[in-house]
């Protein structure tokens, strides 16, 4: 199993940036697709991006494309959010998720099996 750690959550205003880290450890992430997830108070964990083991296929939800970028590095057991443009909105608990070999690329909270422990992302003026 592999084992992941979020980093790079705080506090900045509407508008600003903000990059979040994910790293592995335990095996390599070559072989897995990975997600970021987010969850507000008082609603339901939802996909925010996710990326293929090769990093060739990403996807974004709605609200945050064009705004979020999501990349990986898999010799050094990686996958980053970068985000910027940050509205209220976007305030939640970011988890990274890993899923082994998926048969399809998705961003459902269920479809994944190890989870970091989150880390809190606050926009706010």
């Known amino acids: 199993q592999v084992q992941l750690v979020e980093s790079g959550g705080g506090f900045v205003p509407p508008v600003g940036s903000l990059t979040l880290s994910c790293i592995a450890s335990?095996?390599?992430?070559?072989?897995?697709?990975i997600g970021w997830f987010r969850q507000a108070p008082g609603k339901e964990r939802e996909g925010v991006s996710c990326?293929?083991?090769?990093?060739?296929?990403?996807y974004y939800l709605d609200s945050v494309e064009g705004r979020f970028t999501i990349s990986r590095d898999n010799a050094k057991n990686a996958v980053y959010l970068q985000m910027t443009s940050l509205k209220p909105e976007d305030t939640a608990v970011y988890y990274c998720?890993?899923?082994?070999?998926?048969?399809?690329?998705?961003?459902?909270?269920?479809?994944?099996?190890?989870w970091g422990q989150g880390t809190q992302v606050t926009v706010s003026s």
């Open positions: 990326i293929s083991d090769r990093g060739t296929s990403t």
């Open positions: 335990g095996v390599t992430l070559d072989h897995y697709a």
């Open positions: 998720a890993a899923v082994l070999r998926p048969r399809e690329l998705v961003l459902l909270p269920y479809e994944y099996d190890t």
